[in-house]
Each structure stands twice: as structure tokens, then as C-alpha cells.
């Protein structure tokens, strides 16, 4: 249950606080690089197409209009490129976290952070930057760069979920992380920013700002953050949120997890480590799971289905909506770039106002659920929407804020319940291999989704577009039926316990 007034904030120190703070810029940065590209896009397709486009002159010829430096004869086949440089990063992003969840759970996660954001930082200034000022343009060598740069960044996602998992524990995870996830909202209003202040002088500096930033962000990260409470010798009570004198057994378990008997018994002195293991029992050594027991554990497939569906409309918004708003209702690019802001502020909202509810109610499944559903009715009033801006603003947020919302939990929140519930059998070292395997799956379905709307729109109409957003929903509330029946169903009998008791 939610911990009341100032019982909660007393709960954690300045090193919750420099770790929130770091885990959350980290993704900021990670996610403003790669808000660049897309909003540097139009730049990019003039760089990469003749500069003389004459439509009275004949076909361009090399000796005539082409310039050498220049990879595509028009518009149309830069653009469909630069749609390629999509598929292929949500590609090799998703396999990625695959590999770096694994990785992530046997090496120091602070190492893994720092390696892939200063790794995607270098990736991105070769790719935008460096091509420019050389003024060498490939085909293969993009090709190349943008699917190292999906494996890098790919690194960033489990770790920072793993740093907060081990810092906040079960007690306010909800409101915590669903306050948390705001980082990607957070992260492409910064990339708009950056980007554009700096557009006027060259696509190119738009990509020097952002990846000398983002360095800049590893470096810290690398020489500031502290991964666990271990490091600096807090008890468990200080990771969890609880300062027991002995150490609570249900402080570190899901909230879809039953009780068990400690191990050990802990004593704090002043929040620090004094164990006192049994004589009966031998010291266990905690070690990493693996990659195929990690995706057996309980709820990790179904809600890592469930995240396929709703991440490819998520993330269907995130690239397409300034193009509907724009084409749809005939409203000039800066207006729809503005207007689409408010879905991510629907999100922001959503995750935490919803994370808060999950942890009053001690269930996550039946939130999700019940916002999921009310979703699909948004997503019919807002493909109806009228052209007034004011309206559709509010659609978007209300859209935003029940589709977001549990996106957002479902990637912060429910990863970390996953990757601490009772199944591990002692095992700890499970959180970035869940965090990648729930992540990874879904940017799976984000890849194949962003081509499946473009087929849609194309041949059907946007109309038809929405009811496709509208099905994928309800998939990802069929997927979690079993849980939210098995939720509820608690949450019926310790409605019933609490009765007798009375």
C-alpha cells in the first residue's frame, strides 16, 4: 500500500536523489539525439539530392546537374531512405536490448550506461557531423552507423530501469517510476529545442550539439552514479524504502509476489550493513540469470506481448502524428509540431496519476487494464476530431494520457516488479535481462508497425489507421487477461480477509 505524508519522503536520502536525477537526464539525453533526427530530416533530404531540380531540364545526367556529393536523384528516394535509417535503428535497437540486458546483469551497470551513451554519442557525430564536414556521403557507411548506433543505444534503457530498481524498491515504485518515465517525453522536447536553435547554421550542428551533450552526460554518469545502495553501504532499507531493524521480506518483491521467509536477518545501524546469517544456512552468492529463464519468468512474456502492441502505437504517434495533423488538417508544420507536444504531456501525466493508483490499490494489471480499454474509445473520438486545434489538443492529451500512461509503466514500473519477484530463487541479478527482454519486444512491434501504418494509410486512408491502433489496444488487454484475473482475484480475497477481521 502507499506510504502516507512524511513518512514517504523521509524514506530516502540525497543518493535516491542524485540516482533519479542521473538515470533520468541519462534517457533525456539519449532520447533529445534521437528526436534530432528526426526533425532534422528535411535538411538532410536537400543535402542528399541535386541542388539544381529543373522540371523543364531532361533526366540528370553526371555530367550535367548531378553534383557528386549528392546520393539520390530526388526528394522521394531521400525520403524513403531516411525511413529505411528507421526500420533498420528500431531493428537493431530491439536485438540490441536483447543482448544488453544480459550483458548488463554480469557487468557493472554503470560501465554499460557510460559505454552507450558516450558510444552513440561518437556514432551520431560521425554520421551527422563529420560526413558533412567531409562531405562524404555513402549508402552503407549510414547503413553501418545507424545499426551500431541501435546496439548503443540499446545499452542505455535496461540499465538505467536496473539503477532504479535497486535504489526504489516496492513501496511508491508506481508513482516513482510513473514520475520517472517522463524522461522520454522530457528528452523530445529538449531534442526540438537543440535541433532547431542551432538548424539555421546546418543540419550538421544540430547533431555536433546534441551528441557533445550527450557525451558530456556519460562522462558524469560514468564518474557520478552510484548503481546500487551497496556501494555506498546503505542497508536494503535504504534501496526499498523501509529502514526496518530487520530486514522486511516483502520489501523487495513485486507486487504480484507472495510472501516468503528471509535468509538473513539484517540489523541497521544508522542505515548501514550488519548481517547476521544463519548458522543453518550457507552464504549465497548472487548471480545473473539467464537470458531464457529470465523470459519464463512469471509475466514476463505476457507483458512483454502486450508492450509489442502498445508500443507500436506509441511510438506510431511519436512519428506519424505531426504528419497526420499536418497533412489531415491542412495546418502548417510548426503548428502540428507544437499541437503533437500535448500527447507526450497526456503521457507524462498518465504514467504517474496511474503508477499512484497501483500503488494504493497494491495491483498493477487491473490499472492497466481499465485505462487500456478507456483508450480504444479515446482513440475513436480522436479519429474524429474536428479542425479546431483547441479540441484536438485536448483529445491528444486525453489519448496520450491513457495510452502513454501505461506504456509508460509498463517499460519502468512492471520491468522492475518483474525483474524482483519470488521466482528468481534468490537471483537478483535479473532486472536489466527482464528490462531488455519486455523493451526489446516491444521495439519489435514499434518496427514492423511503422511500415504496416504507412501500407494502411497509403492504400486504406488514416480512417482505417486508427482502427488498427484500436485492435493492437485490445490485444494488449487480451495478453494480460490471466494476470488481471489473478489480481483481482487477490485483490478479492484480501478484501474478504480484512472483513473477517473486522
Known sequence: MWPHGCAFLSQYTHHHLVAFLLTFFSYVLLHASRKTFSNVKVSISAQWTPSVQNASSPAFSPGETWEENKLFADNGEATLFLGALDTIFLFSYAVGLYISGVIGDRLNLRYVLSAGLCGSAVVEFLFGTLTEWLHFYNVYFYCSLWVLNGLLQSAVWPCVVAVMGNWFGKSGRGFVFGLWSACASVGNILGAFLASSVLKYGYEYAFLVTSVVQFAGGVVVFFGLLTSPKEVGLCDGFATGLIPVERDPDSQQPLMSDDEEPDEDVVCDGGYYSIQQRDEEPVSQTKAIGFFQAFCLPGVLPYSLAYACLKLVNYSFFFWLPFYLSNN????????????????????????????????????????SVSLLLAMGALVGYSHSPNDQAVNGVLLAVTGFLIGGPSNMISSAISADLGRQEALQGSQEALATVTGIVDGTGSIGAAGGQYLVSLIESKLGWMWVFYFFILMTGFSVVFIIPLIISEVRSMCRDRQARTHQL
Open 329 to 368: 488538417f491542412s495546418w502548417k508544420e510548426a503548428q502540428a509540431d507544437r499541437l503533437s507536444v500535448w500527447y507526450d504531456v497526456g503521457g507524462i501525466i498518465g504514467g504517474t496519476v496511474q503508477g499512484l493508483i497501483s500503488d494504493f490499490l497494491g495491483k498493477r494489471a487491473p490499472v492497466l
